[in-house]
C-alpha cells in the first residue's frame, strides 16, 4: 500500500490537516496521472498546481516553443525558454517545483491517430487547448474511454470552466462538450487570442480552477462542476453558472473523425478529388419540388438541430450535423441523396465533407435550403 515519505508529509502538510481531505486524498493524488492538453496560457497555471498539489504523473502535450509574446500570460517560463519546446521548459521548471512527480512530454501534435492511445493511459483528461478541432477531439476521446475532461476557455475577458463526461456514483455520466456545442462554428467566424487579446490574468484564474476540478475529481473531495458551466467576467469580477442539458450525444460517438474538416479548418466551396477540383453538386427548391412529385426513390437528409426540425421541415430524415460523422451508414451510397438545412451552409459543408472523407459521390446540396423553400414553393411555411 503506497504510504506518504517524509519529505511528502512536510510538503503536503497543509492539506493534510485539512478537515475532509487529509492523508488519504493525498495518496490518491499520489496515485492519479493527468493528462494536460496545451501548455500555454491554461496549461501553465494548470501544470504548477497539479505538480505543487503531489499528481504522480502528470503528461504535457504540446508542439509549440515559447515565444516572447506568450510571457505576458504563461507564467511558467521566462525569457530564457524563448525559442524551447513548451514541453522540455515546462518540465525544467515543473521538476524543480516538485522532484517527486514523473512527467511524460509529447511534442506531436494530438491527433486522431494517437490520442486514444495517449489519453489511454491517465485517469483525467485537462483540455488546456485553444482550438475547436482539439476540443472535439478530446470530448469523443473522453466519451469513448469513459474519463472525465476537464475544459478550460478564454478570449479577451472571458473565461469558461466546465467539468464534461464526469461519472457519478450511480454510473451516469454527465453532460459533455457536444452537449453544449453540438456542432462547430464556421472557421473563420471566432477570433482566437491572438487576433483578439486575452488579458494576462485570466488564464491564471481559469487554469487554476481547472487544476482544482481536476483534484476534486481524483481525491472525490467536493462536487465537480459537472452539468454546469461556469463564466467568468474578468472586468466586473463576476460569475455567471448555467445549468447543461445532457443530450445523450455521447450515445452517437462511437469513433474518431478528421477534426479539422469537421471543424471547417481550410474547407471552401470546392473539393479536391483525384487531384482535380470539383464543384459541389446542387440542386434548386424547384427541382427537389419535382423530384417529391416524381416519387423517385431518393432519401432526403435534414441537418438542422431538433429545435428547427420542430418549426418546420421537409418530412426529411433529421441527422443534425454534429450527429452526421457517427451515423454516415444512414446514408445511402446507391440513390441520389439531397441533403438540407435552414440556408444551404451547413448541408453543403457536410456533403463537401462526406465526399472528402467518406467517398460519396452521390450527393446533392439543397440551394438556399428551407429559407429558399419558404420563399419560392411554400409562402405559408413559418420560417425562423
Request: charged share 20%; glycine share 8%; hydrophobic share 40%.
Amino acid at each position: 500500500m503506497a504510504k506518504l515519505k517524509n519529505d511528502e508529509l512536510i510538503r503536503y502538510h497543509r492539506h493534510l490537516v485539512l478537515d475532509d481531505f487529509g492523508v488519504n486524498a493525498q495518496l490518491k493524488l499520489k496515485q492519479s496521472r493527468v493528462l494536460v492538453v496545451g501548455a500555454g496560457g491554461l496549461g501553465c497555471p494548470v501544470l504548477l498546481y497539479l505538480a505543487a498539489a503531489g499528481v504522480s504523473t502528470i503528461g504535457i502535450v504540446d508542439n509549440d516553443i515559447v515565444s516572447l509574446s506568450n510571457l505576458q500570460r504563461q507564467v511558467l517560463y521566462t525569457g530564457e525558454d524563448v525559442a524551447k519546446f513548451k514541453t522540455d521548459a515546462a518540465v525544467n521548471r515543473l521538476a524543480m517545483l516538485n522532484p517527486n512527480i514523473r512527467f511524460n512530454k509529447y511534442t506531436n501534435k494530438i491527433s486522431k491517430e494517437n490520442a486514444l492511445t495517449i489519453a489511454g493511459n491517465y485517469d483525467v483528461i485537462v483540455d488546456a487547448s485553444d482550438n475547436f478541432p482539439t476540443r472535439y477531439l478530446l470530448n469523443d476521446v473522453c466519451v469513448l474511454q469513459d474519463k472525465p475532461l476537464v475544459y478550460g476557455s478564454i478570449l479577451k475577458f472571458e473565461g469558461h470552466i466546465a467539468v464534461f463526461n464526469y461519472q457519478s456514483k450511480d454510473g451516469t455520466f454527465s453532460a459533455n462538450y457536444r452537449d453544449l456545442f453540438t456542432m462547430p462554428p464556421d472557421a473563420d467566424s471566432v477570433p482566437n487570442c491572438e487576433q483578439s487579446g486575452v488579458l494576462g490574468v485570466l488564464p491564471g484564474m481559469v487554469g487554476s480552477m481547472q487544476a482544482n476540478e481536476a483534484i476534486k475529481i481524483i481525491t472525490g473531495v467536493g462536487e465537480p462542476i459537472a452539468n454546469k458551466l461556469l463564466i467568468i467576467d474578468a472586468l466586473s469580477l463576476s460569475f455567471t453558472t448555467i445549468a447543461l442539458q445532457n443530450n445523450n450525444s455521447r450515445s452517437l460517438i462511437n469513433g474518431l473523425v478528421d477534426y479539422e474538416d469537421f471543424c471547417g479548418i481550410n474547407r471552401d466551396k470546392n473539393k479536391y478529388l483525384n487531384n482535380k477540383t470539383t464543384a459541389m453538386k446542387e440542386i434548386t427548391v424547384q427541382e427537389l419540388q419535382a423530384l417529391k412529385e416524381s416519387g423517385e426513390d431518393f432519401q432526403l437528409i435534414d441537418v438542422r438541430e431538433p429545435h428547427e426540425y420542430d418549426i418546420c421541415n421537409l418530412d426529411g430524415e433529421l441527422i443534425p450535423m454534429s450527429q452526421i460523422p457517427h451515423n454516415v451508414e444512414k446514408i445511402s451510397k446507391d440513390k441520389k441523396v439531397v441533403v438540407h438545412c435552414r440556408s444551404g451552409k451547413r448541408s453543403g459543408d457536410i456533403v463537401l465533407w462526406l465526399e472528402k472523407n467518406q467517398g460519396f459521390e452521390n450527393l446533392y446540396n439543397l440551394k438556399g435550403g428551407i429559407l429558399a423553400w419558404a420563399n419560392e414553393i411554400d409562402s405559408d411555411m413559418p420560417t425562423y
